[in-house]
């Protein structure tokens, strides 16, 4: 078992905000900087890993547990328009070991510092047609390779729209360990959808349907990311709260902004998750674990009021429970299996009826009586 997982048994962690927001604060060079290649911040480990470090160190001065490195789009189809496919995996493993060395400054014996491998949806998605299976599983296996190259202790594979993209990308992170005789024990996986505003992925697949569908795949955790701050995204985690048998974790960000003067400004969001913060702990206590994130601020804050929180227990059977008649009702500990159709979740039930020729079995839902 790695280190990550050992210490997530025990506790609530902390993982930093996004990096995009954070350079974009910095007065970088479009040519010296990020070398006439505009709005590929992933360049900047090669260029200026001083600016990196620094915003790595932000974060872990104020208390986060984990940062994240500069590599949400570090893969072969979207380095493919920057020029930059055979740079992909020396630039992962640059990233790494940018922020391994911050986590090492801040790093101590009772609190280790982690680095989490950031994995993007990237800009080409298989559901969409935009490409194929095989080529999406290469671009990842590069940077995958990379990430590990530079010592990662875990991955996440964020901002997952499609679920195609989070298995794709999840066998690529097992391949690429394969190749070094290390398994998702060594260094886990963890997972994170965005759900919009209208309550689904950009797809169509709700929280419900998301769970469904990973629920068989080795990942050390499955939450949220990006799109909305904690108010919007307290439905959804709830359900996963209730639904989903492992670890959980979210990563708000500040909450969509609003127009203040002539100027976007997020302080109303922030102030109201803030707001909502007991609210959601409260709820958290629930999850076997979570890993939160806002602002520089806001971590410092979070920390402040978490802590070293213990985690609730949870019941015998994992706290998964699932509607015992598909209406919404919870029957506590029992286990339903399901499967996803299209973008929805499905339960199943075996029904005893005559067969007829060519009939291999039916969808039940639970709670239907037979030939309604």
Known sequence: MGRFTDHLKRRVLFLDVAMGTSIHKYDLDLAKDYLDKENCTEILVQTRPDVIQQIHESFLAVGADAVETDTFGANKLVFAEFDLVGQTRELNKVAAEVARAACEKY????????????????????????????????????????????????????????????????????????????????????????????????????????????????????????????????????????????????????????????RTETRSARSRSQRRSPSTFSSADQHRRRVLRHDARHIAALVKQVGERPHRSRNACGNRRFPADGRGRIQAGRVDPQCRRTHQRVWLAQVQAPARRGELGRHHEPGARDGA
């Open 107 to 262: 790093s101590t014996k009772d609190k280790p510092r982690f680095v989490v491998g950031s994995i993007g949806p990237g800009t080409k998605l298989v559901t969409l047609g935009n490409t194929d299976w095989d080529t999406m599983y290469e671009s990842y296996l590069e940077q995958c390779r990379g990430l590990l190259d530079g010592h990662i202790d875990v991955f996440l594979i964020e901002t997952a729209q499609d679920i195609l993209q989070v298995k794709c990308t999840v066998n690529a992170c097992i391949e690429a360990l394969k190749e070094r005789n290390k398994t998702v024990a060594d260094v886990p996986i963890m997972v994170q959808v965005t759900i919009e505003q209208f309550g689904t992925t950009l797809i169509g697949t709700d929280i419900a349907g998301v769970a469904a569908a990973l629920r068989d795949l080795p990942i050390l955790s499955l939450g949220m990311n990006c799109a909305t701050g904690p108010a919007e995204m307290a439905e959804h985690v709830h359900y996963l709260a209730n639904n989903w048998p492992g670890r959980i974790s979210l990563l708000p960000n500040a909450g969509l902004p609003t127009l203040v003067e002539g």
